[in-house]
């Protein structure tokens, strides 16, 4: 069975950092690309960003020169690290699978998620 | 980017009838691999979402056959041919032909 366990989330000030991490189990973590999905409050969902199995990476716009995606497939890891975080990334966010190894495709498994609040 | 636009944005369906959603997007999702990455996801309450339809009408994995997608192009809906207490939720479109974005969603309730 697969499970995504995500980690992390925290209140943050804005400007401030954040290091969200995933552990993944139940299935070939290397031969999949993994994503960061993100919901706000009473919103719907955005894509945040993804990497390949072999580490090519996607990013939406507003994350893009903030965030960094990573992954550490020895030891099935998804992590994402947050800088100059804004009110506007307070949101839930999710880790997913794949249905392929490079994506981001079809959004296959999710995490329960790990809750990012950016506030002073 | 690609908008994704649902309608409607809420539906009441009474146990056993059959809903539809419509998802439009705002150019062509046909990919250069020559698939057509439109996906249904859905989302019961305080629970993540679940992967229902993969390009276009290809059930996923443990889904019943009572949903079903169809469309092409920029047009597309998702049917359930029977709807069960279970399906309470909100239920997203979400093109992958370029960078994802996901419809507004659709609210569905029992009547």
């Known amino acids: 069975e697969v499970q995504l366990l995500e980690s992390g989330g925290t209140l943050v000030q804005p400007g401030g950092s954040l290091r969200l991490s995933c552990a993944a189990s139940?299935?070939?973590?290397?031969?999949?690309?993994m994503s960061w999905v993100r919901q706000a409050p009473g919103k719907g969902l955005e894509w945040v960003s993804s990497?390949?199995?072999?580490?090519?990476?996607f990013y939406t716009v507003s994350v893009r020169g903030r965030f960094t995606i990573s992954r550490d497939n020895s030891k099935n890891a998804l992590y994402l690290q947050m800088n100059s975080l804004r009110d506007e990334d307070t949101a839930l966010y999710y880790c997913?699978?794949?249905?392929?190894?490079?994506?981001?495709?079809?959004?296959?498994?999710w995490g329960q998620g790990t809750r990012v609040t950016v506030s002073s | 980017d690609v908008v994704m636009t649902q309608t409607p944005l809420s539906l009441s369906v009474t146990l056993g009838q059959p809903a539809s959603i419509s998802c439009k997007s705002s150019?062509?999702?046909?990919?250069?691999?020559?698939?057509?990455?439109l996906s249904w996801l859905h989302q019961r309450p305080g629970q993540p979402p679940r992967l229902l339809i993969y390009k276009i009408s290809n059930r996923f994995s443990g889904v019943p056959d009572r949903f079903s997608g169809s469309g092409a192009g920029t047009e597309f809906t998702l049917k359930i041919s029977r709807v069960e207490g279970d399906d309470v939720g909100v239920y997203y479109c979400?093109?992958?032909?370029?960078?994802?974005?996901f419809g507004q969603g659709t609210r569905l309730e029992i009547k």
């Open positions: 979400m093109q992958a032909t370029q960078y994802p974005t």
């Open positions: 139940g299935f070939n973590f290397s031969s999949f690309a």
């Open positions: 997913v699978k794949d249905t392929h190894n490079y994506g981001p495709y079809y959004f296959a498994s």
């Open positions: 990497v390949s199995n072999e580490g090519s990476t």
């Open positions: 150019q062509d999702l046909v990919h250069s691999d020559g698939d057509t990455h």
